[in-house]
């Protein structure tokens, strides 16, 4: 016992909680079962990701698509930063639509992810959003079309499971979508 093992204890429990927060990506990712992007399947996407990603200024993330799950993108970091979008948000979205998803992906990977990792471990902090209208006002300007971004948080799916990472989910970890409809509308 003592002052020395309850130090002891108390810097593994940290340890294995920042081990499980830095594994929540890669969680999410054996959770979808992505495939990697191929021009041939997605090309437009592809295009997409390349443009807005020289925009940003940042490294172009790996693109992959995951069956199911709706219309929806996630974003993570697990080897580098990834976007995963769903298979119906590529076959179904509009051009601008997409546009508008892929440019909010890309902002959201210019931060740490450390809400949507935190989130996705223990539960989003009641104070702490990982998707909110200012995310939402940085990807309108980079398409400069915000009925884009507005068409796709009204169409997209709520996902079951990992919320924080999503584009667009309902619950503690996003701002409502009602909020954020109306907060794009205003731009």
């Not at 594994?23 to 191929?38: C, I, M, N, V």
């Not at 993108?73 to 995963?84: E, N, Q």
């Not at 006002?137 to 948080?153: D, I, S």
Request: hydrophobic share 45%; charged share 20%.
């Amino acid at each position: 016992g003592g002052p020395a093992a309850a130090g002891l204890a108390l810097a593994a429990g940290a340890g294995a909680s920042a081990a499980w927060v830095a594994l929540q990506g890669r969680r999410a990712l054996r959770w979808l079962r992505p495939t990697p992007a191929q021009p041939a399947d997605a090309p437009r996407l592809l295009n997409l990701v390349e443009g807005l990603a020289t925009r940003v200024g940042g490294p172009v993330p790996s693109i992959w698509i995951a069956d199911g799950h709706g219309r929806n993108a996630l974003v993570c970091r697990s080897g580098g930063p990834r976007v995963v979008v769903t298979r119906a948000l590529v076959e179904e979205a509009t051009r601008t639509e997409l546009e508008a998803v892929v440019a909010h992906c890309l902002v959201r990977l210019q931060r740490p992810l450390l809400r949507e990792s935190l989130g996705a471990a223990f539960g989003p902090p009641a104070t702490t959003l990982a998707v909110d209208t200012a995310l939402d006002a940085r990807a309108a300007a980079m398409t400069r079309y915000p009925p884009g971004l507005a068409a796709a948080v009204s169409k997209s799916d709520d996902p079951s499971r990992l919320r924080p990472f999503w584009f667009a989910a309902e619950g503690p970890s996003h701002r409502s979508r009602r909020d954020r409809l109306d907060a794009l509308a205003d731009l």
